[in-house]
């Protein structure tokens, strides 16, 4: 039975930093990071495939968030620097059965619980 498990959530000043862990993660497939914050819809925010060769961003976290794996360990992380408000939100890990990224939260199988990010001014 899958299960992926976040931690690394937490309160942190603007410009600070966070490494978001996911445990579970499975070495043929591809993973993501997604982002619910309050009354939004959940959204896209990295991707890689299942080797860690290929990562993908979206546009409001490249250059300060990234994306990496250990398949030995079975786990995925988000660093996340210069932190802003906007970013707070509770971030969730998903895996698809699949070795591509997808950007589409649908086409991902499996999620963890979420860890919640809180970035103060």
């Known amino acids: 039975q899958v299960q992926l498990v976040e931690s690394g959530g937490g309160l942190v000043q603007a410009g600070g930093s966070l490494r978001l862990s996911c445990v579970g993660s499975?070495?043929?497939?591809?993973m993501g990071w997604f982002r619910q914050a309050p009354g939004q819809e959940r959204n896209y925010v990295a991707g890689i495939d299942s080797d860690g060769r290929i990562t993908d961003y979206a546009a409001s976290v490249k250059g300060r968030f990234t994306i990496f794996r250990d398949n030995t360990k079975n786990t995925m992380y988000l660093q996340m620097n210069n932190l802003s408000p906007e970013d707070t939100a509770i971030y969730y890990c998903?895996?698809?059965?699949?070795?591509?990224?997808?950007?589409?939260?649908?086409?991902?199988?499996?999620w963890g619980q979420g860890t919640q990010v809180t970035v103060s001014s």
């Open positions: 998903a895996m698809r059965r699949h070795n591509l990224i997808a950007t589409y939260r649908y086409t991902y199988d499996y």
């Open positions: 499975e070495r043929d497939y591809a």
